[in-house]
């Protein structure tokens, strides 16, 4: 196998390749971060696999890392137990949330993702609220989106779900499968060439691991059970694996993919719901609150059929959710600046107390 495949094996892109200098190849070489732990980064590159500490000095030299990032190593250090890591690779795509608790900020899912499955059963789960909410973060974190309708073999108005999901959005690649035959899940393979990597977004029941099941095949189904395993308390972090597919894409498996709250969203949802923006453009007035406006060309949508009222309602409610989310983020960062300039000044008068006396 030469070095390229290896690392195209990996999810290696031109895009990647773009940002090395011929310097850096020769001194450096790049790892994917396959899996992350609490303290720890499994790694694999053109070396093989290996672990890295991923320790406070890491991160406040390099920023927060996470699962499909790929870092560039100090390939002097080859033989190190320990090599460097010289940098980070800009991103493609990056998925993120806010961080629970009292953590300041977003906090990292993935990175790299080319093509997210939004994972929605045409039976109990199908919810065109529910897709546009994972579209925006989809669109958001600069992946391609594809919906994936499951559970085709138990429903009977599939072609007509799949028109209402196609209406959201002309472009969207909108796919009907049943996780349980395989032929089916084949239709995906266009998604899931060598180099690519692809994410299950969705909620609990969709159908998610059976599809992840079909595409890693009977071959690496081996890994989920050890990941069952992580999941009953060997590790006390939720674990966030990228896996190889048998036909050369990786697969992330994340349950933090899983739920995600709309922040700091608002491109994403602009893309989403971009019919809804254009048309706001087209209002007489350029402060339209699209109510009862003489000239609303959204008002004049809903009532000629071109947008439905549900969109409108929930591209607000959307709106809402995204733009509370952030500028709690927001709030929270200024307060911690100004306990940080606080911590600054006090620690400053001590030293000039000091000196004087
Ligand atoms: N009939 C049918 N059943 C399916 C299909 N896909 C999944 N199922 C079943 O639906 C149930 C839930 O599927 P999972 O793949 O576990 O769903 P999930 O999205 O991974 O769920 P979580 O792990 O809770 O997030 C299982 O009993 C599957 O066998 C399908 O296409 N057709
Ligand atoms: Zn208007």
């Known amino acids: ?58 991160l406040s030299q390099l920023g927060a890392i996470c699962v499909g990032d790929w ?17 980070r690779l800009e991103r493609l795509s990056c998925f993120q949330r806010r961080a ?17 499955f939004i994972v929605c059963s045409l039976n109990d789960d199908f919810n065109l609220n ?30 007509e779900r799949q028109q209402q999901v196609q209406r959201l959005d002309p472009m969207l690649a909108v796919v009907t499968v049943s996780g349980l035959n395989s032929d089916s899940v084949q239709q995906l393979t266009p998604w899931c060439r060598s180099g690519k990597t692809v994410a299950l977004l969705g909620s609990s029941g969709a159908g998610k691991s059976t599809l992840s099941n079909q595409l890693l095949g009977q071959e ?37 993919m899983r739920e ?18 254009q048309l706001a453009q087209q209002c007489r007035f350029i402060d339209c609150g699209h109510t009862n406006e003489p000239g609303c060309a959204i008002q004049m949508a809903l009532k000629n059929g071109t947008l439905e009222e549900r969109r409108l309602h929930h591209y607000a409610k959307l709106q809402r959710e995204q733009q509370f989310n952030s500028a709690t983020i927001a709030q ?6 100004e306990i940080g300039k606080l911590h600054k000044r006090i620690q400053g008068e001590r030293k000039r107390q000091k000196k004087l006396s």
């Open 332 to 337: 929270r960062r200024a307060g911690e600046r």
């Open 71 to 87: 870092l560039l190593l100090n390939r002097s250090d080859v033989s190190m137990q320990q090599p460097t890591i010289i940098r």
């Open 130 to 159: 529910r897709i546009e909410r994972y579209l925006s973060i989809v669109h958001e974190s600069g992946a391609e989106a594809v919906v994936v309708l499951s559970k085709a073999d138990l429903c009977e108005q599939a072609d």
């Open 1 to 58: 196998m030469t070095t390229q495949t290896s690392l195209t094996s990996l999810g290696w892109q031109a895009f990647f390749q773009q940002q090395l200098s011929l310097d850096e190849w020769q001194q450096c070489y790049p790892v994917r971060v396959l899996e992350q732990h609490k303290t720890l980064l499994d790694v694999s590159g053109e070396q093989g696999a290996m672990r890295l500490p991923y320790t406070p000095a890491v």
């Open 220 to 256: 690496v189904q081996a890994t989920g059970t050890i990941r069952e395993d992580d999941s009953k308390g060997r590790h006390t972090t939720t674990k966030r694996s990228l896996l190889a597919m048998p036909g050369g894409a990786m697969i992330l498996d994340t349950p933090g």
């Open 100 to 116: 629970a608790g009292s953590k300041v900020g977003m906090q990292l899912i993935a990175a790299n993702v080319d093509t997210a």
């Open 260 to 277: 995600l709250q709309l922040a700091d969203c608002a491109d994403g949802l602009a893309q989403t719901f971009a019919d809804i923006e």
